[in-house]
């Protein structure tokens, strides 16, 4: 069982940055490949990025490349989304979740993030 809390949502210009967090327990936690989600009012939820246990691979949603960096921090059991050149699109709730293999079996209560233009 894992166990994940978000943080670092708020409210941001058009051009800023933000760093998102999201704290993982659990035995389990350091061999999950973790992921960001998103859902912006009215839409449905979308990808964002995912990271591998070991941190060396990353992949992103097309929409965020070069803007978005995920990281981990696995003797913190903490998973990082820093986001630069925030973009009123980028207005949602953005959620963590963890995939023990191939499934995101656990997520977060999400954190929202406001981009004002």
């Known amino acids: 069982q894992v166990q994940l809390v978000e943080s670092g949502g708020g409210l941001v210009q058009a051009g800023g940055s933000l760093r998102l967090s999201c704290a993982a327990s659990?035995?389990?936690?350091?061999?999950?490949?973790m992921g960001w989600f998103r859902r912006a009012p009215g839409k449905e939820r979308e990808f964002v990025a995912k990271?591998?246990?070991?941190?060396?691979?990353?992949d992103y949603a097309n929409s965020v490349k070069g803007r978005f960096t995920i990281s981990r921090d696995n003797a913190k059991s903490t998973a990082y989304l820093q986001m630069d050149s925030l973009e009123p699109e980028d207005t949602a709730v953005y959620y963590c979740?963890?995939?023990?293999?191939?499934?995101?079996?656990?997520w977060g209560q999400g954190t929202q993030v406001t981009v004002s233009s």
């Open positions: 979740a963890a995939a023990p293999k191939a499934v995101w079996d656990y």
């Open positions: 659990g035995t389990t936690a350091s061999t999950c490949t």
């Open positions: 990271i591998n246990s070991s941190g060396g691979g990353v």
